[in-house]
């Protein structure tokens, strides 16, 4: 039998701590506490050699069930689809005008954040009603 793994969700971005914050804002994930003898993150980073300074930045589950997300500093931009993304679940359970408006909702609260709206997918014989959207720095994912 295979071993499960454990596993994080790695992105890649031009602001660590700005992605990680606002992923925390939608997924209800936390910043963990800084290193031992660290007052703060911000400490932590000024004691790291300047090229290191905010090239990572770490959100989680406040439960530990759900995966850890990384957020790594590269040096391009991003360029085309994401060939992985995230789902977001805003609507489970509903349909119709309720799915809808749950989406919407969700959709409203997350573009204060800075994301960005994308298209409008409808239900049809196959799947539910979801919402395209745009993080903070262009990442693909969907409210469904």
Known sequence: MTEIRDFQITFD?????????????????????PPQGFADWAAYHRSL?????????????????????????????????????LDVRAGTGLVGEERLAALEAECVRLVALGATRGKLLLA?????????????????FCLD
């Open 49 to 85: 050699p300047p090229e290191r300074q905010g090239a990572g930045f770490v959100c989680q589950d406040p439960t530990g069930v759900r995966p850890r997300m990384y957020f790594q500093r590269v040096p391009e931009g991003k360029t085309v689809k994401n060939r992985v993304h």
């Open 124 to 140: 049809d014989e196959f799947n539910e009603s979801c919402q395209n959207m745009r993080d903070v720095e262009g990442n693909e």
């Open 13 to 33: 971005c031009a602001d660590p701590e700005r992605v990680a914050r606002f992923w925390c804002e939608v997924l209800g994930y936390v910043v963990p506490e």
